[in-house]
Nanobody
């Protein structure tokens, strides 16, 4: 059984910073892409940042220059450093990953962590 657990969410004032962490545990043969998504109240879940097994990254336009995604591949973990936070960054942030536990790749999701940015 594979489980992803996020941590690091909280309340921060605009202009501040937060760091989110996510670790996958269980019977994992390998991981591919690891991602951060977010979902604001009443809105769809959107991709924030991705990082592949080689370290290549992509970001949503709204967070470029402010957020940085990194990973520790051997630990099946991913990190999101969020700087210069804005109220519009307020959302539940979800960690996600493509994980192979045998021969099948499957996307797993964490339970989410709340990030609230006050004006």
């Amino acid at each position: 059984q594979v489980q992803l657990v996020e941590s690091g969410g909280g309340l921060v004032q605009a202009g501040g910073s937060l760091g989110l962490s996510c670790a996958a545990s269980g019977r994992i043969f390998s991981t591919n892409v690891m991602d951060w998504y977010r979902q604001a109240p009443g809105k769809q879940r959107d991709l924030v940042a991705t990082i592949n097994s080689g370290g290549s990254t992509n970001y949503a336009d709204s967070v470029k220059g402010r957020f940085t995604i990194t990973r520790e591949h051997a630990k099946n973990s991913v990190f999101l450093q969020m700087n210069s936070l804005k109220p519009e960054d307020t959302a539940v942030y979800y960690c996600s990953a493509l994980i192979n536990t045998g021969t099948v790749w499957y996307r797993y999701w964490g339970q989410g962590t709340q990030v609230t940015v006050s004006s």
